[in-house]
């Protein structure tokens, strides 16, 4: 016990440049454990609500349908297989047709798609119920980006034109019966929703979908020309992105961390160079070099350990606040990424990120700390006493 004594004391009696140290290395433990906790908010929250009013259990996708190929919408519908259509009579399922259109909004001309789904389904939570209503024209339902940029309100009217199975181009009016708000933009931007009856009445594809989305915990089946999109398909978009601004963010507690490390690394050459005659005195009393480095690299572990307390001081009431409030960011920018972000992001912490984070601090300032003594094992206990190095 008395290597950790000495070590505890020695630290403690550096004053103001343990301190220092201690709080500079600080800010790399909150840096750290924030960054990480608000990356792996957005992920848990975008995978969340993505599933929910998008992506559920998995999706079917009919013949050469892709999402980022518009050539692709035309030629994609399919019969629906029977399985699956007994399962969306029982609300296991929700098939959805998509047809490329136009709508000409208050004399302007704007490309959407036309998106089927039943109104009554209840594996997607958005309120397609209200699809239900109407006075006469097609009802139809957008989001609110949707309606901003087409200046459209709730009880509008609009012409939609599109292109039927054989061809040929039709038009109709449809009116708006709601404007629903989501996070998800691409169940929004770009897109106008009505019962997928009538969609498959006015183009010609009875019996016809695009994509069938299935609930969370449905296995997943084989079907002749349909593809099935689990998870790591439909949520990939998101966890690139994650893994970009995660790795791009790391830059910054990197640097943070390479300060820190530079002054202990600095801090423990000067320290051995002031207490090489004490270093001396205790070779010559018979304390191994072994026990020698261990008592100056354990003084820079414990430095660590100290930095996290110091940490965790200020540290713990910013991290509270941040769960409790959020990130709020600037009016905008959450829609110009094109994802399911949030207007504040909530950070989500864990128990292994903390305890990782210690680990990679007291890892680097352990080895950090060990490199200048180094020097101790060649050190001569005659020159130390008498203040010089071999």
Excluded: C
């Excluded at 690394?265 to 009393?285: C, D, K, P, V, Y």
């Amino acid at each position: 016990m008395i290597i950790p004594k000495l070590a505890l004391r020695n630290l403690i009696g550096n004053g103001a440049k343990t301190w220092l140290n201690a709080l500079v290395l600080s800010f790399s433990f909150v840096a750290i454990i924030w960054g990480q906790s608000i990356f792996e908010g957005m992920d848990k929250e975008m995978s969340k609500v993505t599933i929910d009013q998008e992506a559920a259990g998995g999706q079917y996708w009919a013949g050469v349908y892709d999402p980022y190929d518009p050539t692709s919408f035309d030629e994609a519908p399919a019969a629906i297989p029977a399985d699956l259509s007994a399962e969306a009579a029982e609300g296991r399922a929700v098939p959805i047709l998509i047809v490329p259109g136009t709508i000409y909004p208050k004399g302007r001309m704007m490309s959407v798609l036309l998106k089927g789904v039943d109104p009554g389904q209840s594996v997607l939570k958005l309120p397609f119920g209200s699809l239900k209503g109407g006075s006469g024209n097609i009802p139809g339902l957008v989001g609110t980006r949707t309606a901003k940029s087409a200046g459209l309100s709730k009880g509008d009217t609009v012409t939609v034109r599109w292109r039927d199975a054989a061809g040929t181009f039709d038009a109709a009016d449809i009116e708006i019966v709601d404007i629903f708000q989501t996070q998800v933009q691409t169940v929004d931007v770009g897109q106008v929703w009505m019962p997928i009856q009538t969609l498959q009445e006015i183009t010609g594809r009875s019996g016809q979908a695009t994509i069938v989305t299935v609930p969370e915990g449905a296995a997943p089946k084989t079907y002749a020309g349909w593809a099935f999109q689990d998870h790591d398909v439909l949520l990939k978009d998101i966890k690139s992105f994650i893994q970009a601004k995660a790795m791009g963010f790391s830059i910054f507690y990197v640097t943070l961390m390479a300060m820190a490390l530079l002054a202990i690394f600095n801090t423990q050459i000067l320290s051995i160079w002031h207490r090489r005659r004490e270093i001396g005195t205790m070779i010559a009393l018979g304390m191994p070099r072994g026990r020698v480095i261990g008592l100056f690299t354990l003084e820079g572990s414990l430095l660590s350990i100290l930095a996290a307390a110091v940490g965790a001081v200020y540290g713990l009431p910013l991290l509270i606040y941040m769960a409790k409030h959020g990130w709020v960011l600037p009016a905008g920018q959450a829609d110009s990424f094109g994802l399911a972000l949030n207007k504040a992001l909530y950070p989500a912490y864990s128990l292994g990120l903390v305890i990782m984070t210690i680990l990679i601090v007291l890892a680097a300032t352990t080895v950090v700390s060990f490199l200048p003594t180094r020097k101790i094992a060649t050190l001569k206990p005659t020159d130390a006493l008498k203040g010089k190095w071999s």
